[in-house]
C-alpha cells in the first residue's frame, strides 16, 4: 500500500494518512475489510460522512475508499476522486442541523474550489454549484 501511486500523490499533496493495522474498530468497517483479507489501512480525516475514511487495497488490488458502516465509496485513482466523495458529502450534510459545519474543511476547500465544485463568495460563504448525489 506504501508504494501505492495514489498514496504518493496524495501525501506529496499534504493530505494526512494514518497507517493502521485492521480492524480499525470503526462501526461495521472492521468487518469489511477482515472479509477482504486487509491487514493495513490508511485513515483520512476531514470527511463530512463520519469524519473519517479508509482508504484500502482490497482483494481486487484496486485503492477503495471505504466508510464508516464499511460501504465501498468506489476505486480511489487521485485527489480528486476524494475531493469529491468528500464535497457530495458535505453538499448532503452541511444544512441537515447534524452538528455538521456549513462551510468545507479547510483542507479540502482549494481541491473543491480546483474541481469547480463550489462558488466562493466575498470569500466567506461557499455554495455547492450542483448536487451530484
Known amino acids: 500500500m506504501l508504494n501505492n501511486p495514489v498514496i504518493k500523490e496524495l501525501i506529496e499533496a499534504g493530505v494526512?494518512?494514518?497507517f493502521q493495522k485492521t480492524p480499525v474498530g470503526f462501526s461495521n468497517a472492521d468487518a469489511t475489510l477482515e472479509k477482504k483479507g486487509v491487514s493495513l489501512v490508511g485513515a483520512i480525516e476531514g470527511f463530512y460522512k463520519s469524519n473519517y475514511v479508509w482508504l484500502c487495497e482490497l482483494d481486487d488490488g484496486e485503492l477503495h475508499c471505504i466508510a464508516r458502516y464499511g460501504e465501498d465509496e468506489g476505486i480511489i485513482k487521485s485527489i480528486?476522486?476524494?475531493?469529491?466523495?468528500n464535497f457530495n458529502w458535505w453538499d448532503y450534510s452541511k444544512d441537515r442541523g447534524w452538528g455538521r459545519?456549513?462551510?468545507?474543511?479547510?483542507?479540502?476547500?482549494?481541491?473543491?474550489?480546483?474541481?469547480?465544485?463550489?462558488?466562493?463568495?466575498?470569500?466567506?460563504?461557499?455554495?455547492?454549484k450542483v448536487k451530484k448525489y
Open 101 to 128: 459545519q456549513e462551510e468545507p474543511e479547510e483542507f479540502w476547500l482549494p481541491h473543491f474550489i480546483r474541481l469547480d465544485l463550489v462558488d466562493v463568495e466575498d470569500k466567506q460563504v461557499i455554495t455547492p
Open 80 to 85: 480528486d476522486d476524494l475531493a469529491q466523495i
Open 16 to 18: 494526512e494518512i494514518k
